[in-house]
């Protein structure tokens, strides 16, 4: 039996030494790999006996600790021992030789005395006498209410997450360092097949001690969040839809405090509601070993889902070239061939059913792909393509890269299109006509010096000059919302209270609205004419000439006359109070609400949006 296990990263092993000297010196018996492992003796097996051999472990967790796999997977088994003893301290000793803790995982451990150089040894054998047997490797089975997701594929690369899932869960356990006292939801977030159920799956079974009252897992179709738990118990919502709102968000968290809440999701749209983790590809040393040759690690890109299918394809004796060729060739996807099912579809379910505006930034990443994608050069080719205004194409770039991001289909920056991505999009296309005008239109743009926004009418490849016509109805909606946000806003639709508020500021208000709209109409490239038909153009005419300017003409000379009288020591506002036409001046601007209602109700039809006008009008 051992007295110490003693784990460390191969970076530290100079310092090690002298600890591992310090412990000897005292009689202790301390395995380390470089000493304890017997010539052509096998590693893992030697250190798998030896922890289970050993009475604690003493981690040496400097900042490169948590990025060597054998260190990680050493610290979870001694965690865990000690966890399904009731105390998770009990069987880890950390020495930290870093100026904080932040990097030190799992939370509980950062809660407690780190080994000071001065009595360290003395420390180590204090403890030992309360800790008189090894540690037991072995757990019992999880107590699962509902059923987990089938363990597909090896879990491997994956530790440091665990450790901080653990952490996000239990922020309670530690917090003088947290500062929390109570724990929230926390979201596991990431794109399609990235591991998120896997991980999760993963967790519920090796960290089953730190939930008595078992573990919960259920579909968020169907939640059913455990009313009266046994203990802490672990409640998992899987596969949280994109677009849910707050409300139902919050009614997917369980309200028991012995209960944690894990809420598996591909969306970013909930940031606000609890802690997040957000899962990304597997490094590259792990992809390899799970891909077997160089082209699938290329093709997968850190992608467990796409790794696992094509590394068993290519143990199985395929070649990995004829692999990666297949992935890029017609007909079926490879990936659903290897998998037996449409997994394709479901990774892009979230982008079939997004706006148009976000499939169109979705086709220019795919042809800009490996390169990031920007809201600037979406514009361009959005302007090119469909001869847009330079505001309208601005505005259908930026609200396609934001809803790609919120649907977990882009990462936030840089936007790279994740290549697993690019190929089911690819399968799943519902517009190819549209696709290829696109592409040749983000070639053109990237091709030609002189393509800027302000010259939106060059000829592309490929599209007919008349056959992608001015979308007026976008920028006229477009139009009609901003001004129906900003008209809604001002003095005369909002009620001025009487004796209180600023005559002088609420037709200066209104005065605004003049610039304001022009800018505007200009933005949009909207002219500004009278007209019959509804249209964002008529409804600025009205608003200006019919509306606005028979009040700012009659009351900005009067108000103006009056201010030019004021004694230098009355105050603006008590002079206005003193003005003879003050109550006419109320009375004229609340017969103005009603017209300005009118009127922000009309752009309200053009615009679709009801914002400021449904309790108003």
Known sequence: MWDVFLSYSRQDADHVRRLHEELIAVGLKVFTDESAVAGFAGISDTIRGALAGSRVLLAYYSAGYAERPACQWELTAAFLAGLGEGDPRRRVLVVNPEADTAHIHPVELRDTRHGEPETLVQDVLAHLRRVPGPMRLDAPPARVHGELPPAVGEFTGRLPELWRLHSALHVQEAPLVTGRTSAGPVQLRGMPGIGKSRLARE?????????????????AVAPRPPRAPEG??????????????????????ATHPQVRTLLITRSRAYGGHGEHLDLEPLPEPVAAALAGAPEIVDAADGHPGA???????????QAPAALASRLYGPG?????????????????????????EAQDVLRCALALSPLPVDAETVAAVLAAADRLPRAVAVRRA??????????????????????????????HEGDAARAETLRRTVLSTLGATGITLDRPGLPVPGVRRGSMPMRDSEAERMAAFDLQVE?????????????????????????SLFPFTRDTLRRYSIGLEPGTAPSVQSVADHLLNEVLR??????????????????????????????????????????????????????????????????GV
């Open 203 to 219: 967790y519920a079974v090796r960290f089953q001690a730190a939930f008595p009252g078992g573990v919960h897992w259920v579909r």
């Open 232 to 253: 802490p118990c672990l409640y998992v919502v899987d596969d949280v839809p994109h677009g849910l709102s707050p409300r139902a968000v919050r009614e997917l968290t």
């Open 307 to 317: 790794l696992g299918l094509l590394g068993r394809a290519v143990a199985a004796g």
């Open 332 to 356: 079926r996807s490879l990936l659903d061939v290897l998998a037996g099912d449409e997994l394709t579809a479901d990774h892009v379910r979230d982008a079939l059913t997004a706006p148009p």
């Open 398 to 427: 930026g609200a396609g890269l934001a809803e790609l991001t919120a649907r977990g289909l882009l990462p936030p920056v840089p936007h790279r299109l994740h290549p697993v991505t690019a190929h089911a999009w690819l399968h």
């Open 487 to 511: 008209l809604v806003s001002r003095i005369g639709v909002q009620r001025l209270p009487a004796d209180s508020g600023s005559l002088r500021e609420a037709l200066t208000s209104l005065n």
């Open 550 to 615: 028979p009040f700012t003409t009659r009351w900005h000379p009067l108000l103006t006359a009056w201010e030019a009288h004021r004694p230098a020591h009355v105050s603006p506002l008590d002079h206005e109070h003193a003005w003879p036409h003050a109550n006419a001046f109320r009375r004229d601007l609340t017969t103005l609400q009603d017209p300005l209602r009118t009127v922000a109700a009309s752009l309200a039809d053009i615009s679709g949006a009801e914002f400021g006008i449904s309790t």
